[in-house]
């Protein structure tokens, strides 16, 4: 996997979310559907259970 480069709005997203980067690094890794966005990116989908609602939930990370 190639270096993750975060941007600005991704890191205050995920302070705001309080979601693990563990979970988007699984995500990149073991995506369960990936979607084109042409012209450059994709966006990868996995579902995951977010302790703070408790329960499952859709992360979708766009990929460039």
């Known amino acids: 996997m190639n270096q993750i480069r975060w941007d600005e709005h991704a890191v205050?997203?995920?302070g705001e979310?309080?979601?693990d980067c563990t979970e988007v690094?699984?995500?990149l890794r073991n995506p369960e559907v990936i979607v084109p966005d042409p012209?450059?990116?994709e966006v990868?989908?996995?579902r995951y259970?977010?302790?703070i609602l408790q329960q499952e939930m859709l992360m979708r990370l766009v990929v460039e």
Do not use: K, S
């Open 39 to 41: 012209p450059a990116r």
């Open 49 to 51: 259970f977010y302790r």
């Open 17 to 19: 979310r309080e979601i």
């Open 12 to 14: 205050e997203n995920l």
């Open 25 to 27: 690094e699984l995500t």
């Open 44 to 46: 990868y989908m996995r």
